[in-house]
C-alpha cells in the first residue's frame, strides 16, 4: 500500500535536510500513524501552501501535512482528527524596534508591515485584530518572508508562535520570537491543525483517524514531537478542543 503525502518548507513541521529528505514533526507524525494502519511505501511531495488544498482535492496526493482547520477549508477537503493546538506569534528583527508582540500592536502602528503567507489563516486573524490590508504584505515561500524581515522591508512576519521559535533559533542574530498573548482572538483554545484528504478518500481518512485516536498523547508520540520542538503546550489542546 502506498501513500503520497504533500508538504511545505515549514519548519519544524516539515523542510527538505541537506540529503534531500523530507523531515518534520508532522511528516514524523504521518509516518508512524500510516506505518500503522499498513501503508508499506510512503512518498513525499513538496509543494507550496496554496497548492496544498487544491492538489489533494485534484488527487495529485493522497493527503496533506497537517494545515489549520477552518469552515471554509472543510467545505474543499476532509479533516483528520486535530493533531496539534498552536497559537500565532511573530518573527522579528532582533530588539523588536517596533515593540510588536500582537496583531492589535501591530495595528496601532500604522507605519508596521505585516508578512503573511498568502492563503494561511493569519491573514483574517491580523484583519480581525484591526490590521489594515495596506499593512499586509503576502508571499508565496516562508523564505521570502523571512528574507523581507532581515531586510527591515517588513517589520513582522505572523505564523505559528512554535514555529518561529524554531526559525529564530536556527537564524540566530539578526531575528528574534515573539508569541502572542493566548486568547487574543477570544478563543479559549489555540486554533487546531489536522491532516487533510479528498473527500471521496474514505477508507484511508477513516483509517488514519482510527490509529489517531489510539496514538495521540501517547509516550512515544509526545517523544517524537519532543524532538522538533512540539511540548504539551501544543499537543494537549488538540485533544480535548
Known amino acids: 500500500m502506498k501513500v503520497t503525502i504533500a508538504?511545505?518548507?515549514?519548519?519544524?513541521f516539515g523542510w527538505t535536510d541537506s540529503d534531500g529528505a523530507a523531515i518534520?514533526?508532522?511528516l514524523d507524525l504521518?509516518?508512524?500513524?500510516?506505518?500503522?494502519i499498513?501503508?508499506?511505501q510512503i512518498e513525499h511531495h513538496l509543494t507550496t501552501f496554496s497548492e496544498l488544498l487544491p492538489g489533494v482535492g485534484a488527487g495529485r496526493w493522497d493527503m496533506n501535512v497537517p494545515l489549520f482547520v477552518t469552515p471554509e477549508r472543510a467545505n474543499l477537503v476532509a479533516f483528520s482528527l486535530p493533531v496539534w493546538?498552536?497559537?500565532?506569534?511573530?518573527l522579528i528583527r532582533t530588539g523588536n524596534p517596533k515593540a510588536l508582540n500582537?496583531?492589535?500592536?501591530?495595528?496601532?502602528?500604522?507605519?508596521?508591515?505585516?508578512?503573511?503567507?498568502?492563503?494561511?489563516?493569519?491573514?483574517?486573524?491580523?484583519?480581525a485584530a484591526g490590521v489594515s490590508e495596506?499593512?499586509?504584505v503576502s508571499f508565496e515561500q516562508q523564505a521570502d518572508a523571512i528574507e523581507a524581515v532581515r531586510s527591515g522591508a517588513i517589520d513582522a512576519y505572523a505564523s505559528t508562535a512554535v514555529g518561529n521559535r524554531i526559525l529564530a533559533d536556527r537564524i540566530g542574530g539578526s531575528v528574534e520570537a515573539v508569541?502572542?498573548?493566548?486568547g487574543e482572538d477570544g478563543s479559549q483554545c489555540p486554533p487546531i491543525g489536522a491532516f487533510s484528504f479528498n473527500k471521496s478518500n474514505g477508507d484511508l481518512i477513516n483509517a488514519v483517524n482510527q490509529q489517531l485516536r489510539l496514538y495521540l498523547g501517547s509516550p512515544d508520540h509526545r517523544a517524537r514531537m519532543a524532538k522538533f520542538g512540539l511540548t504539551h503546550k501544543e499537543i494537549d489542546p488538540a485533544l480535548v478542543c
Open 179 to 182: 508569541d502572542h498573548e493566548p
Open 30 to 36: 504521518a509516518d508512524a500513524v500510516l506505518r500503522a
Open 7 to 12: 508538504y511545505i518548507e515549514e519548519p519544524p
Open 24 to 26: 518534520g514533526a508532522d
Open 102 to 127: 500582537s496583531y492589535a500592536s501591530l495595528a496601532a502602528r500604522r507605519d508596521a508591515r505585516l508578512g503573511i503567507i498568502a492563503g494561511q489563516v493569519q491573514h483574517e486573524s491580523a484583519r
Open 134 to 136: 495596506d499593512q499586509i
Open 38 to 40: 499498513g501503508v508499506t
Open 85 to 90: 493546538a498552536i497559537g500565532d506569534g511573530f
